[in-house]
Structure formats: C-alpha cells, structure tokens
C-alpha cells in the first residue's frame, strides 16, 4: 500500500509525497474541483489510487510517453526514427509527480529539461492505466506550483503541434 508523508492541506487541496514503485519518489497533488473533500477522504483517495500502477505499469508508460512524444517530434521531417532518438529523451524523462482527482483519475507529471526546456509533460491514465491524454505544457517561470496548460482534443492533434515546434538541440 502506497503511504503518503509529508502531507499539507492548504486552499483545499491536498500536498504530499510518496515513493512510487521503482522507488520513484514523486510530490502528489489531490486537486480537488467545485465540492470540497475532506482531508481524510482525500488522502485515501490518493493512496487507493496510487497503489495501483505497479513498477512494469509506470515502466511501460514512460516508454510509451518516449515513444509518443520522440515520434511526433519527428513527424513530417522525413527523419527515420532511430534506437538514439527514444534513447534521447527515455535517458532524460523522470516522473516528477502525481495529480489526483476525486474520481481517482492519476495524471503522470513528467520533465525533460534538455529535451523541452521550460515545459511540463503530462499523462493522464484511464482506469486501466493506459494513456488517456498526453499535454505537453509550458512552465510558469513566476511560479513553480502553476503551469500554462495547452489542451489538445486528441493525441494527434497534439503530435501534429508538437511536429510542428522545432526540435531543440540534443547538444
């Protein structure tokens, strides 16, 4: 059973953190929307939740985030996709933190520094814990807590966006 530690509740939502298996050590967000939820629901929520995926489950969506994300940076570039370029970004994605909702809905939050500088990536699962949403959205440098979220009404459409972005330097 996953356990969170240092838990804080402030404006209504829930902080934490947890180690994840694969001794992945993540920061959790319960965001809650318009009902409030108390702190004991919330943290049993989260805890339920993130006992689910398993180390294989987490290993096998960072691959598929690699995957997803290497691919549509590559799109319409005429450049064969290569063992190197997944290698790239898989050596240099961690998974940063958890976002929890109210109905249990998990949302990866990972980051790239060199790969997408300054950007968020986020994967949000579905009850069988395959990738339902994958975001790709820019930081707020004011606040380390917010991010400007940009949302796509499909995965395609958010791989034709980023295909379209020119592909940072691997230097």
Do not use: N
């Not at 992945?24 to 965001?31: G, H, K, P, S, Y």
């Not at 949302?151 to 940072?168: K, Y």
């Amino acid at each position: 059973m996953i356990e969170l530690t240092d838990i804080e509740v402030d404006e209504g939502e829930l902080v934490a953190a947890t180690v994840l298996p694969g001794d992945r050590q993540v920061a959790v967000l319960f965001a809650v929307d318009d009902e409030p939820v108390e702190p004991a629901e919330m943290r049993a929520i989260a805890e339920r939740a993130l006992s689910g995926p398993t180390a294989d489950d987490l290993a096998r969506i960072d691959g598929e985030v690699v995957r997803e994300l290497t691919e549509s940076a590559y799109e319409g570039t005429g450049h064969e996709v290569t063992a190197d370029d997944y290698d790239l970004l898989a050596h240099e994605l961690e998974l940063q933190g958890v976002i929890v909702s109210p109905d249990a809905t998990l949302v990866l939050v990972y980051e790239a520094p060199s790969q997408y500088p300054g950007m968020v990536v986020y994967c949000q699962l579905d009850e069988q814990l395959a990738i339902d949403d994958l975001s790709v959205a820019e930081a707020d440098e004011d606040d380390d807590d917010e991010v400007e979220t940009v949302e796509f009404d499909s995965v395609d459409a958010l791989l034709d966006s980023l295909s379209a972005e020119p592909r940072p330097d691997a230097d």
